[in-house]
C-alpha cells in the first residue's frame, strides 16, 4: 500500500508545476482505489526504527564505500562496519549497495603469460626439440627460463624418467607421478 501512496506523492509533486491540468490528489486516490485519508495518514506518519537504522547504514555503508576508493564489495563493507562497532548482516549491506547504486570495482586477478608481450605470430617452444628418444630407465631434466610479474628466473623441471614422461597415448606429457 506504501508504494501507491509514494507514487500518489511522486506524481502529485511533478505535475503540481502545471497546476492547469493536474489531477487532484483526490482523484490520483480514487484511480487507484486507496482512501485519501489513508494516504494524508501516510504522509503525516514519522519514520519507522526500521527506516531510519536503513538510512543511517546507507550513509555510513557510502562512508567505508568512499573511503576504499570503491574497491570494497558488500562483504568487506560488512567486515568494515563490524569493525566500526556496527552489526548489519550481509544481505542488508548487499541490498543497500544496491537500493545505493554501488557497484566494487575489483582488479583483474593476475594470470600467468604464457607468451612474451609484443609476440606476434606463433610463439616459439621453449623446451627443445631433439628427434632422439630418451632410452627407457634413462634420466633427463629441463631448466626452463620464466618472467613472472617482469622478474626473470628460472623454472627447474625435476629429473624424470623416460618411462614416466612419456604417456600411453604416445605423446610427451609431464607428470607429477614419478618417484
Not at 550513509?59 to 570494497?72: H, M, N, P, V
Not at 564489495?73 to 537500493?99: D, F, N, P, S, T
Not at 605470430?121 to 629441463?142: D, M, N, Y
Request: net charge positive; hydrophobic share 35%.
Amino acid at each position: 500500500m506504501s508504494e501507491k501512496y509514494a507514487f500518489i506523492e511522486a506524481e502529485h509533486a511533478t505535475v503540481a508545476a502545471d497546476a492547469a491540468c493536474a489531477p487532484s490528489i483526490t482523484q490520483i486516490c480514487s484511480w487507484l482505489q486507496v482512501s485519501r485519508s489513508g494516504f494524508y495518514e501516510w504522509r503525516s506518519r514519522p519514520d519507522s526504527a526500521a527506516a531510519k537504522r536503513r538510512q543511517e547504514l546507507k550513509l555510513l555503508i557510502t562512508k567505508a564505500f568512499e573511503d576504499s576508493d570503491g574497491t570494497y564489495g558488500y562483504r568487506r563493507i560488512a567486515l568494515q562496519l563490524a569493525r566500526w562497532g556496527i552489526r548489519a548482516g550481509l544481505e542488508l549491506v548487499r541490498a543497500l549497495m544496491r537500493e545505493l547504486g554501488l557497484v566494487a570495482c575489483q582488479p583483474r586477478p593476475w594470470r600467468p603469460s604464457t607468451t612474451q608481450q609484443g609476440q606476434a605470430g606463433r610463439s616459439p617452444t621453449l623446451l627443445p626439440v631433439t628427434s632422439a628418444r630418451p632410452r627407457p630407465g634413462r634420466k633427463w631434466s629441463a631448466i626452463l627460463p620464466t618472467s613472472r610479474r617482469g622478474k626473470d628466473g628460472f623454472i627447474s623441471l625435476p629429473s624424470l624418467t623416460a618411462r614416466h614422461a612419456r604417456s600411453p597415448g604416445g605423446r610427451w606429457a609431464i607428470t607429477t607421478r614419478h618417484r
